[in-house]
């Protein structure tokens, strides 16, 4: 099963909802139904800032409490780019021009993250932003909310695109006060917009089917794009790497058959980061399985178009099974095509545009991360009232069910 415990609270909620149309209900949240982003591509969803409301489109972060956008004053200049692309602001999602909006409150400039605590400071991302508090909206109809946490950033690395955030947690600003804003999520719920602090997501992948966009959903899941199982996460106390698993192991399956990491380790879920990170050891798997070799001006596993080709016809799979105990347990594997790892760098990552392998060796146990490449394949809900998540291999259809897209049978 999806989790039996957030199965029972979804479905209680979403069938109590049905009864009495002032009681708050799940909300889906479409994708914008572009696949794009200078690390992809990948699926993007509409935002709308401001007042009057200006339509960005962002990836997902399941992991920041705060959401982020492109800002036009610097975003596509030769501040920031040593050559500005000629579709940069498109490229870019669309930017924000603050100065257009009469909600716009000031906070101030700060760093991401900051002495190693923050959004993906663990990564060692490090980036500078104009934070303020500002009208959001999520999706082309969605819920809006006054006084939400926006970063305005201008540097195209390491966010090209803006995210949408989706952690619970508040942005705290220690350099005022300890003063806190509380999160998009959370402030759907005190507003009783939604009945519970929890969500579902998908990445959605271009390679699937005729392609397939992403999906979010507040307050429930669709049971139709998951295959059930009987494994039930629990969070990790750590509020900036809450999602948690067991990875138990990996395996490759190709033109032979072997074990890419053996021994267990705890390993985060977070969509923000497009890589995987892994031990090296397990890096050095990955090399021999595939044939891969770091580029070192770039920091990416480079692919040059032959043996790209000679990829994709290898029908190559990447198997990964998590559980919430290091041996035994109940457990679940997900499964990814090579063509979930064949992604697509773009400038400035790259000078020229070149296929790449989101793979990243660690520094250290810390680092450990499954990102958005791993959230192609996978449907992953969390609680945060009862801190308890599921992870799913993701069910491809021709055809997905109609509404309401929701199991409403108790479990």
Known sequence: MHSAAIIWVFAVLIANGLSDDTTPKAVIISASEYFEGNDGPWSTFNIRVGTPEQDIRVLVSTASPESMVALSEYGCSTAVFATVPPDCAVSRGNLFNLNQSSSWHDIGTYEINQNGVGLEANLGYTQRAQFGLEHLAIGLTGPSLDNQ?????????????????????PVNFSTLGNYSSPSFLTTLKETNTIPSLSWSYT?????????????????????????????????ADDVTRDLVVVLQSISYS?????????????IFIDSTDPNIWLPGDACDAFEKAFGLTLDNKTGLYLVNETYHNTLLDSNAEVSFRLSDTESGGDTVTIT?????????????????SSHYFPLKRAN??????????????????????????????YKWRLVFLGKPPFQLTLK
């Open 254 to 266: 190709g033109s032979t058959s072997t074990i890419l990491l053996s021994d267990a380790i705890n």
């Open 149 to 169: 946490t926006i970063a305005g950033i201008a540097t195209p690395e390491p966010f090209y695109l803006g995210i949408f955030g989706l952690n619970n947690q």
């Open 203 to 235: 990445a959605g992948a271009q390679y699937r089917l005729k392609q397939v966009y992403g999906q979010l959903i507040f307050s429930g899941y669709d049971a139709s794009r998951f295959m059930e199982n009987s494994v039930s996460f629990t969070m």
């Open 336 to 352: 990814l095509p090579y063509a979930a790892f064949d992604l697509t760098a773009e400038y400035p990552l790259v000078d020229n």
């Open 364 to 393: 250290g146990s810390t680092q450990y991360t499954l990102g958005r490449t791993f959230l192609q394949e996978a449907y992953l809900s969390a609680d945060y009232e009862r801190k308890v998540f599921n992870v799913s291999a």
